[in-house]
Antibody
């Protein structure tokens, strides 16, 4: 059974860097075909895909993301980390991590973590 | 990036109604489209993948169709548990994009 859980700060100040960790179980990010993505949802708004990392360390980012997002993995810890720099109040959102199926859609999701950006 | 446009944004319906939501891609995505259901305060749940394949455990009243740039999600007979927001998502190539969502509300 695949499970994922997001962790990180609930509040960051504008211009600060946000680091979120996705801890998962039920699969290995080292296994061929595996991938983990990050998706966020601002209050009352639509889902927005942010980034994706594959088993072979290939990485993809949304072209609309400001700043310099970084996604990394630690297979030994079953973790994927997302870093977003220069946070702004518009980045206030619930951040989800999700397992990507071999087809490319997200079949298992974490519960999400709400991050507020405010001074 | 590929843009996904859903319609309508809001749909008012009653239990037992047949409802259809459409999703249009800004360029061809073949059949690489998924549909999700999301309820308030919860993570999305995948319903359909590869445009028309029903995810395991999803009721058969949900169905998907389409290819290229035009897709639809149909609920054959709306149940009380189906009042929620629905999103399409393309997964063609390197990027992923969600539609803006369709809220199915009680009429």
């Amino acid at each position: 059974q695949i499970t994922l859980k997001e962790s990180g700060p609930t509040l960051v100040k504008p211009t600060q860097t946000l680091t979120l960790t996705c801890t998962f179980s039920g699969f290995s990010i080292s296994t061929s075909g595996e991938g983990v993505g990050w998706i966020r949802q601002s209050p009352g708004k639509a889902l927005e895909w942010l980034a994706l990392i594959y088993w072979d360390d290939d990485k993809r980012y949304s072209a609309s993301l400001r700043g310099s997002p970084t996604i990394t993995k630690d297979a030994s810890k079953n973790q994927v980390v997302l870093t977003l720099t220069n946070m702004d109040p518009v980045d206030t959102a619930t951040y989800f991590c999700a397992h990507q199926s071999p087809y490319g859609f997200f079949d298992y999701w974490g519960q999400g973590t709400l991050v507020s950006v405010s001074s | 990036d590929i843009q996904m446009t859903q319609s309508p944004s809001t749909l008012s319906a009653s239990v037992g109604d047949r409802v259809t939501i459409t999703c249009r891609a800004s360029q061809s995505i073949n059949i690489w489209l998924a549909w999700y259901q999301q309820k308030p305060g919860k993570a999305p749940k995948v319903l359909i993948y590869k445009a028309s394949n029903l995810q395991s455990g999803v009721p058969s009243r949900f169905s998907g169709s389409g290819s290229g740039t035009e897709f639809s999600l149909t609920i054959s007979s709306l149940e009380p548990d189906d009042f929620a927001t629905y999103y399409c998502q393309q997964y063609n190539g390197d990027s992923r994009t969600f539609g803006q969502g369709t809220k199915v509300e009680v009429k």
